[in-house]
């Protein structure tokens, strides 16, 4: 597993590097000057100079690109224009807000999505599949700004069982933290659960008509051990695969239900940084989100050796 997990690791680095350009390359492109931002309104032409030489935005754009990727492989991923704090410290304060309601919002999707997807692809054509199917559309359809603003009328004003919004830290008070994080988990996690059902059913159909379920039947196992040691254990590789881009996903931000909940995680951060032209911070997340996605990739890899051994050699 270790031999396995080096080389995708090998092969990940020429990734991580394309990323990067791409990140830098992308950021010269956009429109504006954040000197013009930071130098106020006066505008003061040596003020301005200055800033240029500070950033050292007057070298050749190869020059700062690898000036740029070399303090990140340091952990320097610069300092936002607005805020004059270092990028990493504006991620490390963000990026746990948002893991926390990743997961949880992942438990939900994972408890709804799959068992909805084993049990409409068992009761396949029934009335159970029909309602099944209809839920999994209408959590697909229903937007999730529209579905939080209800739940804060009804949970939140109506009957008063959680809070509206705002975030507590974990560190802080753990069971006020997750009541506060509840209802925006239970938001994102409808969605995802829909999107999982719809997976977890057509990869359970092909498997139910395989052979190696048949002769699992013949020899007289029940029908629980048959779905879940042999149909869904064998289902659950495409699963996984988009579990994992799922909460890669959610790492990146779940912007409007941030905004909606008022929670100080990572896709208010972008969304801020983008609007105030900070370029430095658009860079670092982009950078860490696209790091993400592959590590989470690494890691259904390894999953997927885990759960089929068919593929171990692979």
Not at 17 to 32: D, N
Not at 230 to 255: D, K, M, Y
Not at 292 to 314: C, E, G, H, T, W
Request: net charge positive.
């Amino acid at each position: 597993m270790l031999a396995f997990l080096g080389r995708r690791i090998l092969i990940a680095i020429p990734t991580i590097i394309l990323i990067s350009i791409f990140v830098f390359g992308m950021q010269k492109l956009l429109p504006g000057d954040p000197v013009l931002v930071m130098a106020g309104e006066d505008r003061n032409p040596e003020v301005m100079e200055f800033l240029r030489e500070k950033y050292r935005l007057n070298d050749p754009i190869p020059v700062q690109y690898f000036t740029w990727i070399g303090n990140a492989l340091q952990g320097d991923l610069g300092i936002s224009l607005r805020t004059q704090q270092p990028v990493t410290e504006l991620i490390g304060e963000k990026l746990p807000v948002t893991i926390q309601l990743a997961i949880m919002a992942l438990i939900i999707a994972l408890s709804i999505g799959i068992p909805a997807g084993v049990l409409s692809a068992y009761k396949k054509g029934t009335w159970v599949d029909w309602i099944a199917n209809l839920v999994a559309l209408s959590g697909l359809s229903i937007p999730n700004f529209w579905l939080g603003i209800m739940l804060i009328l009804l949970v939140s004003v109506n009957l008063g069982w959680l809070p509206a919004s705002g975030y507590r830290p974990l560190t802080d008070d753990p069971l006020q933290s997750i009541l506060t994080m509840l209802m925006p988990a239970f938001v994102l996690g409808t969605g995802l659960a829909a999107t999982l059902m719809r997976h977890t059913r057509s990869a359970m159909l092909g498997v139910l008509r395989s052979d190696y379920v048949r002769t699992a039947r013949a020899k007289g196992l029940s029908e629980q051990v048959v779905l879940i040691k042999h149909a869904l254990r064998n289902a659950l590789v495409p699963i996984v695969t988009v579990t994992t881009l799922l909460f890669g996903e959610l790492l990146a931000g779940a912007v409007l239900t941030e905004q909606i909940f008022t929670i100080p995680g990572f896709g208010k951060l972008i969304v801020d940084a983008v609007f105030n032209r900070d370029y430095a911070v658009v860079q670092g997340i982009v950078l860490c989100t696209g790091i993400a996605f592959i590590a989470m990739n690494i890691l259904a890899d390894a999953a997927y050796r885990v759960l089929s051994p068919r593929m171990k050699d692979a």
